[in-house]
């Protein structure tokens, strides 16, 4: 193939959820009303933790970065799927495709960082309690989370670059709802051997690295746990960390289940479900896990709706 052949390919076609297009209205809804919940759900907490005070602790902090994280990965990804399903396919543009892997993979690296950083935070609260506010204090805080989402997207810049640079030629379809690296590589006419090394080298640091110290993190505290004396005391302590427990073990589980589930061949069903559980529902989770799990954010949240019930009836009796 000539270059001039490999160099016109500008458009790209997703075929997304194509063979269901006889129900492309009720699964249109069932992601819209997801992807209005999953904005409304973490916009609900990042209000709350920016102008309750007694959510201004480092954990909220961190949990309302995780939100912020939540809504770039999720609106990243939802709104074209959407378009998508309403057409029968998806069309975008090479320039629009790399973009969406850029923030995917920004965003991604950014939540693995944020994970961690949490449980780090537990494990200061519960394992070494008097040092813990000299410790994780406000200029600790910032620093943990600029870096989290600086790291994020200068090493997801590294690999778009190296994608971006790379020539793409016929066919133009990729068997997916969004932009993913693999089905995106396949299309390309150039050697992608360097680029699958660097995502490789690099997701030992962005993923595994994390991954490990989140587990080193929950097993010290769960031996401090276990020695409280208490049963009561155990149940107290632990439950100040089960909702982030909760978070890592959805995301890490989906995330390490995509890349295991080869993505070809009679699996890629299989394939396209775990990536629409890890970018569309586990966005959703994080949200109803903290309001049902956190009593601070259930209190706030109490008489937040009190006072809104409150003025409206004093509206009402005016």
Known sequence: MNMANQTEVSELVLLGFGRFYDLRILIFIVFFVIYIATLFGNLLIIFLVSTCHQLNTPMYFFLMHLSICDIVFTTNVAPNMLYGILQ???KMSIKGCII???????STVTE???LTVMSYDRYLAICNPLHYTSTMDLCVCLKLICASWLLGFLIALSTSVMVFNREFCDPKV???F???LAPLLKLSCSDTSTVEVAIFALSI???LIPFILIIMTYICIFITVLNIPFTSGRQKTFSTCS????SVSTYYGTLIAIYVVPNRGHLLSINKALYLLYTVVTPLFNPIIYCLRNQDIRKVIRVLLYKIISLETWHISL
């Open 88 to 90: 029968g396919v998806g």
């Open 100 to 106: 969406q892997l850029y923030v995917y993979g920004s």
């Open 112 to 114: 693995c960082f944020i």
């Open 174 to 176: 990729i068997d997916h």
């Open 178 to 180: 969004i932009c993913d």
């Open 205 to 207: 640091p962005v993923i």
């Open 243 to 246: 909702s982030h427990l909760i």
